[in-house]
């Protein structure tokens, strides 16, 4: 039997999947959009609801201004703003029209911000602050980049004859992500990659026109973006946008919207579970946790509080949405399920490194062969997580082979805060390791060796804090006289964090 056969609605066989039948993201959405156009589609608290039939004609006179402006499918578009209606028409424009999405966290700081322009030059950028627009336009040096708000307030041009006319294979979105390794790469999805996994949760979580999810998730990151809202449009529902988390205002838009579907990473789950008011949640027909481990005891806690059963899913930017509990049948806590339909997944020999295939894996890493060489292995994408299938085939996530913290469901590289530290002159070595911690999950620890000055940890904090995005920021600094290392002299970081624990 296809091991994703568990995901399918009762009725549905593997044989009638055909997660790539509407070829593009656009080839979904304006069917829905076509099929429904008084469906209310998105929803924020500046514009309230639009339709569908708003949605397909706003990005579509955005599309036409961005056309006019010379925009040709394949170029790049950075945008970094919080969740509104108008980022999603932008957002939405840009796909329609062939456009290259580059999402980056509005939290980043000058440096980070800088690499993305460098690496993957994009022609347009679309922010809602002014300074970051600022450092885009200094990075691109005498390349020009066109920089806009979210309203794209440029001239309107006619509808571009190429609007609509990607394909599967065209790409769609470059999403920033340090990889296994090294300093952040561009992860190249596909049409076809993002349409596939989009399809795959629309009818593994038999999400439907009737759905509408409350998404206080940034849209800058998969979780937000490729299962919040790219699930939404695909599946031709309805989604409340919030421009952040707060245990009040998502309970009350909850609330006040009836909504039937929650996602959210484990941080958020335990702050609604510490507020005492799981129980507002017991309408939900859906709620799901990702992004990072979701305790077993959690996740109990909120099953006794709320009534609901979360699913608990695995992904990746590389590959967005993997593997999922199933939503008829057992939600095993402490385990992150089956294979989603269409994805192969198997342990590598020895290792037990979690493998992936399938039509939501992306092709490559952006102008890096080497990067992307090294992390397929024989045609199959090597996860840098390591895992265990019990009999039933549930997968657990047991460690990870690449050096990642986890921080409230944001990926913090060890190396990236090491390197910013190690500019100061107290700092003999620097080792940045992950504690465990009950809000955050990990929480970023630096570990110094050397002689620590009396300013010596405020002078690193104002290092990280001129530096890096602040969730990467190390929660406390501790000196040590000597770092554990090995016979080769490497530290050794499972022996850092015993040393601090
Ligand atoms: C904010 N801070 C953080 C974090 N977030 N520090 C560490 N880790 C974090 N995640 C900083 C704030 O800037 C602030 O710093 C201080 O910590 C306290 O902030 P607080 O008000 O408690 O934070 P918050 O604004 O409430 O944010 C917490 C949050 C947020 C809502 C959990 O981090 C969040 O939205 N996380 C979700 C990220 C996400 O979308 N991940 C999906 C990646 P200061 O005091 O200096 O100002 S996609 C992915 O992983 C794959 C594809 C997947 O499987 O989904
Ligand atoms: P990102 O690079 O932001 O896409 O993060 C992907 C990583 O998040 C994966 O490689 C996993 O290490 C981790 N992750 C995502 N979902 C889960 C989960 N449910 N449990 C444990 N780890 C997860």
């Given at each position: 039997m296809t091991p994703w056969a568990a995901h399918l609605p009762p009725g549905l066989a593997p044989d009638d999947v055909h997660l790539l039948a509407a070829a593009s993201l656009p080839g979904s959405w304006t069917a829905r959009w076509a099929a429904d156009p008084a469906h209310p589609t998105v929803h924020d608290d500046r514009e309230g609801w639009i339709t569908a039939d708003e949605l397909e004609h706003r990005s579509r006179a955005v599309a036409g201004r961005l056309a006019h402006a010379g925009l040709v499918p394949g170029e790049r578009v950075l945008i970094s703003a919080a969740a509104s209606v108008e980022l999603v028409v932008a957002h939405v424009a840009a796909i329609r029209l062939g456009l290259v999405v580059i999402p980056a966290n509005t939290g980043y700081l000058e440096r980070e911000v800088a690499h993305i322009v460098t690496d993957a030059a994009p022609s347009l950028a679309v922010v809602d602050d002014e300074e970051r627009g600022r450092w885009i336009a200094a990075a691109a040096g005498d390349r020009e980049v066109l920089v806009v708000g979210t309203d794209v307030a440029i001239p309107d041009g006619p509808?571009?004859?190429?609007?609509?006319?990607?394909?599967?294979?065209?790409?769609?979105i470059l999403a920033y992500t340090s990889g296994t390794t090294g300093s952040p790469k561009g992860a190249l999805l596909s049409h076809g990659n993002l349409l596939s996994s989009a399809e795959a949760l629309r009818l593994a979580w038999r999400w439907s026109p009737d759905d509408r999810l409350v998404l206080p998730l940034p849209l800058f990151h998969m979780h937000g973006l490729g299962v919040g809202l790219h699930g939404t449009l695909t599946a031709g529902a309805s989604v409340v946008l919030r421009r952040g988390f707060e245990v009040a205002d998502t309970l009350g838009a909850i609330g006040e919207h009836q909504a039937t579907l929650f996602f959210g990473v484990p941080t958020m789950w335990s702050r609604l579970a510490s507020s005492?008011?799981?129980?507002?949640?017991?309408?939900?027909r859906l709620g799901v946790s990702g992004s990072a481990p979701l305790a077993a005891a959690l996740h109990e806690e909120i099953t006794a509080g709320s009534g609901q059963r979360l699913i608990e899913r695995y992904g990746m930017t590389e590959t967005v949405m993997n593997v999922s509990n199933p939503y008829d049948g057992d939600r095993r806590p402490g385990t992150v399920g089956l294979p989603l339909p269409g994805v192969d997944l198997r342990l590598a020999e020895g290792t037990d490194e979690i493998l992936l295939q399938g039509p939501n894996v992306f092709s490559g890493y952006w102008q890096r062969p080497e990067a992307t060489a090294e992390t397929f292995v024989d045609g199959w994408f090597a996860t840098g997580d390591v895992g265990a299938l019990d009999g039933d085939g549930y997968l657990r996530i047991?460690?990870?082979?690449?050096?990642l913290i986890i921080s409230g469901g944001y990926n913090v590289y060890p190396r990236e805060v090491e390197d910013v530290l190690r500019a100061h002159g107290d700092v003999i070595d620097v080792a940045v390791v992950g504690l465990p911690h009950p809000d955050w999950g990990e929480q970023v620890i630096a570990v110094v060796e050397g002689a620590p000055g009396p300013t010596s940890e405020a002078d690193l904090l104002a290092l990280a804090t001129a530096g890096l995005a602040a969730y990467k920021r190390p929660k406390r600094v501790v000196f040590v006289e000597a770092l554990p290392r090995n016979a080769l002299g490497k530290v050794v970081k499972g022996d850092v964090v015993d040393q601090v624990r």
């Open positions: 509808d571009p004859a190429w609007l609509d006319g990607v394909g599967s294979d065209d790409p769609a005492g008011r799981l129980d507002e949640l017991r309408a939900l047991v460690g990870r082979r690449k050096e």
